[in-house]
């Protein structure tokens, strides 16, 4: 089946613009989870949604980040007056939910802020 | 704070032999430990996971060990390969409810034939 995809996988901006970054997880998983990973560092957890609450967003670097689902299925990341530091991939993964369960984890959106 | 740490260093060996990567951890009591594979330009794949009352598991050539007391997890790859080139992430979840990984910053493997 299709695994969890990810929109665009390459976006440039200028810096101040907003952007949209979407993710289709896999059908049927109820967990879904947004990380950013800047060059030759680790996942940073960003927000994790169980349908489409989102129990835990303390990972938001800032009030310009903000995320939605709906219909318990796609998600969109928005990044308000980007910055350069917000430059970095951002990937979204899903899961069945309930602990135990592993990640399944798109290509990732390529940001790059001018 | 809590702290996941991997060797940043990249690790070097040969074809056929055994790799083993380290993963330490300070102030968690994670309930399990998940290891993962990132390839470049792609999003992490789930390798294998281990339960905090469990000490070693195993899939084909993989082998993971979990030491709570020592607060460490051993990844090891037995007759390695080059293809296995590429970094290995492990991830911790706390025993709280919630679903949230804590990735640590993976170690990049390098196969040589």
């Known amino acids: 089946g299709a695994g969890v995809s990810q929109s665009p996988s390459n976006k440039v901006t200028e810096k101040g613009k907003d952007v949209e970054l979407r993710c289709d997880p896999i059908s049927g998983h109820t967990a879904l989870y947004w990380y950013r990973q800047s060059l030759g560092q680790g996942l940073e957890f960003l927000i994790y949604f169980q349908g489409n609450s989102a129990p835990d967003k303390s990972g938001l670097p800032s009030d310009r980040f903000s995320a939605e689902r709906t219909g318990g299925s796609v998600s969109t990341l928005t990044i308000q007056r980007t910055q350069q530091e917000d430059s970095a991939v951002y990937l979204c993964?899903?899961?069945?939910?309930?602990?135990?369960?592993?990640?399944?984890f798109g290509p990732g959106t390529r940001l790059t802020v001018l | 704070s809590q702290k996941i740490e991997q060797n940043s260093e990249a690790l070097n060996i040969q074809e056929g032999k055994t790799a083993t990567l380290t993963c330490n951890y300070t102030?968690?009591?994670?309930?399990?430990l998940q290891w993962y594979r990132q390839d470049p330009g792609r999003g992490p794949v789930f390798l294998l996971l281990i339960r905090e009352n469990e000490k070693e598991k195993r899939k084909e050539r993989l082998k993971v060990t979990f030491d709570t007391t020592l607060k460490q997890s051993l990844f090891h790859i037995t007759a390695s390969q080059p293809a296995d080139s590429a970094t290995y992430l492990c991830a911790l979840e706390m025993d709280t409810g919630f679903q949230k990984l804590v990735f640590g910053t993976g170690t990049r493997l390098l196969v040589s034939p």
């Open positions: 993964a899903s899961s069945l939910g309930g602990s135990y369960n592993e990640q399944f």
């Open positions: 102030n968690y009591s994670p309930a399990y």
